[in-house]
Each structure stands twice: as structure tokens, then as C-alpha cells.
């Protein structure tokens, strides 16, 4: 019950924050991409020095006043001041300014893989990643990207910590560590195996009740609901999604200017990653990275950020008109 109503006051606060977000002039919000970009970088850069550490992972930031975890708050300030720029040199874009996107992008990524955050730093990347190629990035540029991604993997597998390298190693066979690494998928595969069509009915379902499925209220929560309320459930999620990203599609195809076109690709593609991700580590596709179900998930920063970017949807449909930014 107390997470029940701690949740609540999130979505009562998110809100709040989506509908002031919503009501933004449009050339205000652009305008204001920059700075929020620069807080948020000193924000992370803070928390890497005086940030407070929680697992063996360094995230979040006391304020005093709030605790906040600036990773969360990059993957709506990432995708605006990239937005922005494009948008900003519209007319003279060439490969320099491809580069210096590229350094935008990988100063934040960088400095959230090092607290560890591989899921979140995956997120805020990919919201980076939607912008710069939906603003031109020619096919050479891509396949180079890819090639070198392909090239530097065997070194990149030293950067990883020990975990993060055993849950990829475990990924094809968790049988091979049930007690380990493997547990959270096993036990994620069998509660939603488990539920069959129907799903068991709520707070029915054995193995989130009975505590063997771990973080069932926050990354595996998935498996929960599809225990409890079994495929017509997690279709009835699937639609749900399909109509937000349909939706979030059809504003960006209608938006007045390249910022919002672009902002509002890149959130919304965001938001089918958020959800392809978490479903997929939870069915045993993907390694297990920490990526909450977004507007389902229990907790106040994902459910603050995922609204926030609905804000700014909203925003750019209520502001079909061009605007001069």
C-alpha cells in the first residue's frame, strides 16, 4: 500500500510537470533546450563527484531539497538540444556539424555508463542516435557507425563490469547459473509462461507473490502482469503502446518546424525502446539492464521523464503553426 500511494504522488507530480511542459510556448521550449542540456551535464558531473551510491552504482544526487538522478532527466534534454542544433543550422549542415552532434551525444552516454547505468545509458544513446540520423545522416555515415560499433566490441567487454559481463554470458543458457545470474530470468520466463491465456487473476500469481520473482514491482514487473492477467493482458499492453507511438508518429509527421519534427521522432521511438527493451530482458531475449516499464513501472523519475515527454508531444501538436525559433 505504501508503494501504491508513493506511486500515485509520482504520477500526481509527472502530471503536473506534462501538463505545464504541454503548455510551453513552442519557441520558449526550443530556446530552452540548451540550457537544460548544460544543467543536466553539470548534474551527472556532480553526481560522478559527490553523487550517492546505492549497490555498487553511483546515480543519484541529494539536493537537499529533492533527490533526483540526472540520467533520467538526459533522455529528454539529449533529444532537444540535438533537435535544436539541426534545427539551428538547418541550412548549412555538413559532416562537421554530424561530429559535433556525435560529441554531444557520447559526453552524457559516457558519463552514465561510468556510474554503472548500461540500460539507461542504452536509452539516452538511442534517444541521440534517432535524432541524428532522422536529421540526414547519410547511409556511408551509418554503415560506418555500425562497422566500428562491430570492430571496437571485443574491446568495449573489458569496460564492462563483472556483472553486466556474466548476465550477457548467461544470456543464452540461465540454466547454467540458476541461483545466480540466471535466477531473474528464469524465474521471469516461468511466471509468464504460467499465466497462459487468461493469467492466474490479480494478486493470484505464484511466483510474484510468493516472492520467488524479483523486483516485481519495478524491472519485472512485465512478468507479473502477465502472470496475473495472462495474454489477453499483455496484449491489451501492446496495444496501448502501439497507439502511444502511433500517436507520438503522427505529430512528428505534422509538426511545424525541424525541431519539433525532430524532438518528437526521437521521444517517441524512445518510448518503443523503453518498452522493447524491458520486455525483452524479461522474456529472456535481452540481458537483464535495469530498464523500467515505462508508465507502469513503480517509480518517481521514469514516470516523471516518460510524462514529460508526452508534455512535449502535446506541446508540438497543440503548435501545428511555424514557429520561428
Do not use: C
Not at 537544460?36 to 556532480?46: A, P
Not at 550517492?52 to 529528454?76: F, N, T
Not at 558519463?111 to 540500460?119: C, N, S, T, V, Y
Amino acid at each position: 500500500m505504501n508503494k501504491v500511494i508513493a506511486q500515485g504522488k509520482n504520477f500526481i507530480f509527472a502530471l503536473i510537470l506534462m501538463w505545464i511542459v504541454a503548455k510551453i510556448p513552442l519557441d520558449y521550449l526550443s530556446r530552452f533546450a540548451l540550457p537544460l542540456y548544460i544543467f543536466t551535464m553539470v548534474l551527472l558531473v556532480l553526481t560522478a563527484l559527490i553523487g550517492d551510491q546505492a549497490k555498487g552504482a553511483q546515480r543519484w544526487l541529494d539536493l537537499q531539497v529533492v533527490r533526483i538522478q540526472p540520467s533520467e532527466l538526459m533522455k529528454i534534454a539529449l533529444p532537444l538540444m540535438l533537435a535544436w542544433y539541426f534545427d539551428r543550422y538547418e541550412r548549412v549542415i555538413g559532416a562537421k556539424y554530424y561530429v559535433v552532434a556525435a560529441l554531444l551525444l557520447l559526453a552524457p552516454v559516457i558519463l552514465i555508463l561510468k556510474q554503472p547505468d548500461l540500460g539507461t545509458s542504452i536509452l539516452v544513446f538511442t534517444s541521440g542516435f534517432f535524432v541524428l540520423f532522422f536529421a540526414g545522416m547519410s547511409l556511408r555515415v551509418l554503415a560506418f557507425i555500425v562497422t566500428l560499433s562491430v570492430l571496437v566490441m571485443p574491446f568495449a567487454w573489458g569496460v564492462l563490469e563483472p556483472y553486466q559481463q556474466t548476465r550477457i554470458l548467461t544470456l543464452l543458457n540461465p540454466a547454467s547459473d540458476p541461483l545466480g545470474a540466471g535466477y531473474h530470468t528464469i524465474q521471469s520466463t516461468i511466471a509468464i509462461g504460467s499465466g497462459g491465456f487468461w493469467g492466474k487473476g490479480w494478486m493470484e500469481g505464484t511466483q510474484s507473490q510468493l516472492n520467488f520473482l524479483p523486483e516485481g514491482a519495478t524491472d519485472f514487473v512485465f512478468a507479473v502482469l502477465g502472470e496475473e492477467f495472462g495474454f489477453i493482458g499483455v496484449l491489451f499492453i501492446f496495444l496501448a503502446y502501439l497507439a502511444l507511438i502511433w500517436r507520438g508518429l503522427q505529430i512528428a509527421q505534422r509538426a511545424p518546424n525541424l525541431f519539433s519534427r525532430l524532438a518528437a521522432t526521437s521521444i517517441t521511438l524512445t518510448f518503443f525502446i523503453y518498452a522493447f527493451v524491458n520486455v525483452g530482458m524479461v522474456i529472456g531475449l535481452l540481458p537483464i539492464v535495469g530498464v523500467p516499464l515505462p508508465l507502469i513501472s513503480f517509480g518517481g523519475s521514469s514516470a516523471v521523464t516518460v510524462l514529460i515527454g508526452i508534455g512535449i508531444l502535446m506541446n508540438f501538436r497543440a503548435n501545428r503553426r511555424l514557429v520561428q525559433t
